[in-house]
């Protein structure tokens, strides 16, 4: 997806997005970010937490979001939130499969509460690829996958 061009943005309603370290987007394409959730696109973005980043990403995400939409900024998403049990039951919220004990955080429409970005910082994004982590690992990163998606497609 081209963060530059909106109408290219609108040709795809459900976008995943993912960094490890420092993230900063240029201007315009902040603007069609804001437009494109606003217009009721959605944005999973999943940090990179392996080797020393930390959750730079995560944190700078945060940051331009609340940026974007100030006086509705990202909050934890509670871990009762139907994101966690449209399909498969998440009790404890989303699955970590770094063990990084991350919290996620979402934008949340004002009105309706439906989740327009949802950010993760626990790579569940390296437990879909199934190259580096055991089985069991696996297969809570593609559950959690496919509630995020649910969740947007019924909202």
Known sequence: ???SDLAHMCR???VFMTSEGYFKLPAKEERNVKEFLRRGGFIHADDCVYQTWGKRFF???VKMINRLFP???MREVPKKHEIYRCYFDFPDGAPQIREAKNKS???FE???GRIMTYCTAGDLHCGWTCMYFPK???ELAIKMGINIIIYYLTH
């Open 1 to 3: 997806v081209h963060g």
């Open 12 to 14: 795809f309603p459900f």
């Open 59 to 61: 944190v700078d995400y």
């Open 71 to 73: 006086g509705n900024e």
């Open 105 to 107: 955080f979402a934008l």
């Open 110 to 112: 004002e009105g309706t």
């Open 136 to 138: 069991d690992r696996n």
